[in-house]
DNA sequence: TCGGTGCACCACTCCTCGGTAGTACAATGG
DNA sequence: CCATTGTACTACCGAGGAGTGGTGCACCGA
């Protein structure tokens, strides 16, 4: 309903645009990573400390995120201190978890209808 | 603001279960699949003449779809109709595609700033 | 029986993920 | 002013998984 000018057959570099961002954010890691930053802003320190995991990596996957417009870096002293810079991820995950929930309410009502015994 | 219920801490589980979700949406392959079904229901051998691509790799998508619950499968004599299952997919990529476009005129405004001629 | 449709298994290729090593920059102490 | 320490980024490498194409098979309708 945002933004519902995008034709049926949508080109195709939109295409990849779409699929390279659902998989930016289709990572373990990197959703951790955001749901960090959701509370507050995190330094990279902070962040490895958080989520668990080497620095490198962390450091890696914030590049992606960064790279991908996700989250903002601002460099503090020696620091490098990450910020959400698109909140609409949130609102995707909410979208995914609510598709979930549905799917789980599914799976249990079949499970309820053949017979929990098996 | 569907289910705000997801606790900052996202449990380890959901996590690699809405990663799962995003890969699954995260393949042009798919997304040309779902476009095509949003018009309406086909069978095998449309989405093959739509999108293009070997018949065998398509049906395998269409299974990666299903096992997700994101498309319906219904078998119709010697052909079988899929459909969309969780409309919410086309909401995600409305959501993404506006995160996009902010990005993509968020680029432009620093290109007009820096000014054109680099 | 024959033709068509879709699925299952297989091997191949490519991309991604995590780890390691090395480098650049800022702050601090002598 | 220079050396040291701490923080963060980048480059390279190996392992693993996902995507792709091919072959063969089962099912259904004519």
Do not use: W
Request: aromatic letters at 2%; one cysteine or more; a neutral charge.
């Amino acid at each position: 309903m945002v933004c519902m000018d995008i034709p049926h057959p949508i080109p195709e570099p939109l295409v990849g645009l779409i699929a390279q961002r659902f998989r930016v954010i289709g990572d373990p890691m990197r959703i951790r990573l955001l749901d960090t930053l959701r509370n507050h802003p995190a330094t990279v320190g902070e962040l490895v400390d958080a989520v668990g995991g080497s620095q490198q990596n962390v450091s890696k996957h914030l590049g992606v995120l960064h790279q991908a417009g996700i989250v903002s870096r601002t460099k503090e002293g020696t620091a490098v201190r990450y910020a959400i810079a698109d909140a609409s991820v949130f609102a995707l995950c909410e979208l995914v978890c609510g598709g979930i929930r549905q799917q789980a309410k599914d799976l249990d009502a079949i499970l309820q209808a053949t017979g929990t015994g098996r």
